[in-house]
C-alpha cells in the first residue's frame, strides 16, 4: 500500500563525498536506493543546483544514463548563495542556474522549478518575467517556492496573474509534528491561493531519528568539525534538544520509534493533503526502507497523537520558523 501523502525522495543525500550534505558517494548504493523506490512505485526526486554543491545533480543525470531513473519525475531548484546575495534571482542568474542543472540532469525539462531562497534584493517582477519566459521555453511544467514568508506568496501570485505570467502551484517548507508554525498562516495562505505544500525535515534533521546533538556522530550534519550546516542546525534547534530524550522514552514504552511516529504523523493527523508530498532522505538503503514502510502504516494511536499535540503547545513559542533564514537555518534538508 502507498503512503497516503506522497513521498518524494530527498536526492541532497546523493553526491561527492566532503560535498555540502551530501551522505551517499557510491554511485552504485545510489543505483539501489532507486530501484527500490520504484520497486515501491515512488517515482518523484527532489533536487537543487546548490546540493553537493551540483554534484547531486550530476549523480541523478549518471542514473538516467544508467536507465535507472526511467519515467522519474525530477524537480529542482535555482542556485543561492548562503547566506543570500542579492542578484541571485536576476534574470541572467536565473537562466544559467536552470541551464547548469538542466545539463547536469541530461534533461530537456524539470518538473518543478523552485526558487530555494528568497531574493529580496531583486525586483520580485524581475524575476517572475524570467520564470515566465522559461517555462514558455519548455524548461519546466511548474513553478514552485520555498521558503518565503506567507504575505510574499500572495504578493508573487498576484503579480504573476496580472500579468498573465505562470505562477506558483507548489511551495516546500519545513513541516513536522514539533515545527507546526506553517498551520495558522502559511497552509491557509497556500489553500487559497490553490498552492500544495511539499514538507521537508520530516524528521527534524534525524531529532526524531535519535541523533544527539551533544554527541553527534562523526562526519554527520551535526558534526561542527566536518559540516557546515552544524552551527546553524544547533542554533535553530538549541530550544528542542532536551525534548527529544525524554519524547523518545515515552514512545518506547508504546513500542514505537521517534522517526515512526513523525511520519505516520505527517501522514495522518498533519495539515497535510493527497495533493501535497513528503521528502523522504536517507543515509542509507536500510534507513530508507524503514521510513517509507512507517510511512505506509496507519494512523497514530489517539495516545500518541495527544502527547504530540500537547508537546507543541508546550512548546510552540520556541518553534523556529517555517522558513529557512540564510545563514542562520543549517541549510536545505
Known amino acids: 500500500m502507498k503512503s497516503r501523502v506522497p513521498l518524494l525522495f530527498g536526492s541532497s543525500a546523493f553526491g561527492i563525498k566532503g560535498t555540502l550534505g551530501t551522505r551517499i558517494h557510491d554511485i552504485n548504493e545510489c ?181 544527539d546533538p551533544n554527541a553527534p556522530a562523526k562526519g554527520s550534519r551535526w558534526d561542527f568539525s566536518s559540516s557546515v550546516m552544524a552551527p546553524g542546525l544547533h542554533m535553530r534547534y538549541k530550544g528542542y534538544t532536551e525534548i527529544f530524550p525524554q519524547l523518545t522514552e515515552t514512545l518506547k514504552r508504546h513500542n514505537l520509534s521517534g522517526a515512526e511516529v513523525a511520519l505516520r504523523w505527517l501522514q495522518h493527523h498533519s495539515a497535510l493533503g493527497q495533493e501535497d508530498g513528503i521528502i523522504l532522505g536517507a543515509s542509507s538503503l536500510e534507513q530508507l526502507q524503514a521510513n517509507v514502510e512507517d510511512s505506509e502504516k496507519d494512523p497514530l494511536p489517539s495516545a500518541i497523537v495527544d502527547l504530540l499535540q500537547e508537546m507543541w503547545v508546550v512548546n510552540k513559542g520556541r518553534s523556529p520558523p517555517y522558513f529557512i533564514v540564510p545563514g542562520v537555518g543549517g541549510g536545505k534538508k
Not at 540532469?105 to 534584493?121: E, Q
Not at 520580485?124 to 511548474?142: S, V
Open 31 to 211: 543505483r539501489r536506493i532507486v530501484e527500490y523506490l520504484n520497486s515501491k512505485g515512488y517515482h518523484e526526486y527532489d533536487g537543487a543546483r546548490k546540493y553537493g554543491d551540483g554534484s547531486s545533480e550530476e549523480y541523478l543525470g549518471k542514473l538516467r544514463d544508467l536507465g535507472a531513473l526511467e519515467g522519474a519525475k525530477i524537480d529542482t531548484k535555482v542556485f543561492v548563495a548562503i547566506p543570500g546575495v542579492p542578484g541571485d534571482h536576476a534574470p541572467g542568474k536565473l537562466r544559467a542556474s536552470l541551464q547548469e542543472s538542466l545539463k547536469a540532469l541530461n534533461m530537456d525539462k524539470v518538473r518543478v522549478f523552485y526558487l530555494h531562497l528568497p531574493d529580496r534584493g531583486t525586483p520580485f517582477e524581475d524575476t517572475l518575467f524570467e520564470i515566465n519566459e522559461l517555462y514558455k521555453e519548455g524548461k519546466f511544467e511548474y513553478f514552485g517556492l520555498s521558503n518565503y514568508y506567507s504575505w510574499e506568496v500572495a504578493e508573487i501570485v498576484t503579480i504573476a496573474k496580472a500579468k498573465g505570467w505562470i505562477a506558483p502551484t507548489v511551495y516546500q517548507g519545513v513541516y513536522n509534528a514539533l515545527e507546526r508554525n506553517i498551520e495558522s498562516e502559511l497552509i491557509p495562505c497556500l489553500r487559497k491561493f490553490g498552492l500544495s505544500f511539499v514538507a521537508y525535515s520530516p524528521l527534524a534533521r534525524g531529532l526524531f531519528g535519535g541523533v
